[in-house]
Structures are given as C-alpha cells and as structure tokens.
C-alpha cells in the first residue's frame, strides 16, 4: 500500500508541478526519447544478470507491492514452534525428534504451526540444524559459523535481484545524457530550422535528461532500497530460529531460549514477553 501511495507521490509532485507552473505535457511525450534510455537499460540488465535474476525479477517486485512474507503473528508463531521443540527434546532427548526432522511433511508436530509448516525453507532450515545437533554437532560457536553462512547464502540469491535493480538505477541518468546528446547532434543537424522548431528539439533532447534522473531517482532506486529492507525483514526469521537454536543448544531452558530468540526480533515484528507466554501456555501436551 506505501509502494503505492509513493509512486503516486512522485508522480503528482513531478508532472503536478510541471502543470500548475504552466508547463504542457505534450511537450514531455517524446517516445524516441524512451525508446533509447528504458530500452539500452533494459538490454544493459539483460547483459548483466544470469537468467535467474531476470526471471526472477518481475515476481520480486510483486513482493515489494505484498510487503514482508512474515508477519508479527508469523514471528510468534516460529516462537511457539520452538518453544515445543525445545520442549521436547529437554524432556525426552533429541531421538524423539527423528521423525519429525526425517519426514517434516508429515509431521503432526510442525502441522500445529501452518505458516511454517507451509515454508519449506523454514522447515529444511531447522530440520538440518536439528539433525546435527541429534547427530552429535555439540560446538554452538562450529554451528553458529555455518548457520549464518547458510542464512547469507539464501540472502544473496535475493539480493542480488535487488543490486541489479539499483545497479540500472545508478546507469539510467547515464543513459539519459545519451539521449539528451543525441537529440542535441539531431539539433545541430537541423540548425538552419526556425526557432520554433530548434526549440522543440532542444526541448526534446532535455527531456532525455529529466526521464533519466526521473526514472533513476524516483522510481528504481526507491524499489531497489524497498526490496533490501523486505529482505531484512525476512532474513530476521532464520535469525531468530538461529539464535534459538544455539541457546538450546547451550542448556537454556525453553523458555529462555526462545526469549533469546525473541529478543533479535526488530520491534515491529517482535510479540511481546507475555504474548509468548500466554501463546506457549495454550500449547498442548508435548
């Protein structure tokens, strides 16, 4: 919804005040102009970019206009799940775990949680640190290393659509130069025109330069940032499963390991202490 009422923003505030100055919006239509700036760029991002970015791309900014895949109840919901899950393997060892870590999707365990249990990431995230630590991985600071390497490795491949994004971004006011120079060496070419017609074209060759700046600025770079902080956002849930994970495996008990969990949470999304008590007190029998 704030995507939206942004762009609508821009928009208004540029071709708003364009008008209510006096200025006319014929005078803006120049489609050769486009052509050159939004097509180069276009081909430059193709040039750039393995095929999953470019594929990927158009889905990633249906993303940004959704906002983050998690919620605040989404992020109490994965409190509670480990909650369980420590409380289970506190009270009957890590084995009574095996089958629910072998064969999640069948797990009448994970099924009380549907947000994660429909978030296959999730699931094989916990799954593998689970089953090492059931394994003998015994080392917090061994697993610490190799989960953020696991969470920075998901993180890049959607960073990277991001940083192709931005990288556009900072090469379309570039591109917009290009048009404005070659509508100034169209204008040299037509010299001996009457001033009205130089005007037009000159006029013309400006145009590249604003949609460049305008393009760079308003648009893809604020989309570039908007994708970065949803990536943030997201990235917070396999932290917190992360650092809940290293508590337990530590010796804290479950309810402190989850609050370990809780407390990286950012202060949008985290529940409050007593929403996660009251939440892991309605749990059933473990």
């Known amino acids: 919804m704030f995507v939206i009422i942004g762009l609508a ?17 014929g005078v ?4 050769f102009e486009f052509l050159i700036i ?16 470019v594929t990927h791309t158009g889905k990633e900014l249906g993303h940004l206009f959704k906002g983050p895949k998690y919620k605040k109840e ?21 084995l009574a775990l095996e089958q629910h870590i072998e064969k999640p999707e069948d797990s009448p365990l994970f099924q009380q949680f549907p947000k994660f ?19 003998g991985a015994d080392n917090p600071h061994e697993l610490v290393d190799l989960m953020d390497e696991d969470i920075e490795t998901m993180h890049h491949e959607h960073q990277r659509i991001a940083d192709a994004i931005q990288a556009v971004a900072d090469a379309v006011p570039a591109l917009g130069i290009v048009a404005a120079v070659l509508g100034v060496i169209h204008t040299m070419g037509s010299i001996t025109e009457p001033p009205e017609v130089l ?13 460049g700046i305008l393009v760079a600025y308003g648009f893809l770079a604020p989309i570039a940032s908007g994708l970065k902080n949803i ?10 499963m992360k650092t809940g994970l290293i508590a337990h495996l530590s010796g804290y008990a479950p309810a402190i390991s989850v609050e370990y969990a809780r407390n990286v949470l950012e202060p949008e999304y985290r529940p409050s202490f007593a929403q996660v008590e009251e939440a892991t007190a309605a749990l059933p029998p473990a």
């Open 9 to 25: 923003i821009v928009i208004f505030s540029v071709f708003g005040g364009y008008v209510l100055g006096g200025g006319h919006m």
């Open 38 to 53: 939004l097509g180069s760029a276009a081909g430059a991002f193709f040039i750039a970019n393995p095929k999953s970015v």
């Open 74 to 94: 989404d992020f109490l919901e994965i409190l509670t799940m480990m909650y369980q899950v420590f409380k289970i393997a506190k009270t009957k060892g890590l």
């Open 231 to 240: 990536y943030h956002a997201e990235g917070k849930y396999y932290h917190a």
């Open 117 to 135: 249990y429909g978030d296959h990431h999730a699931i094989a995230f916990l799954c593998t640190y689970l089953r090492l630590m059931s394994l």
């Open 28 to 31: 803006l239509w120049m489609p």
């Open 199 to 211: 005007g037009k074209l000159i006029g013309g060759a400006l145009v590249g330069t604003f949609t």
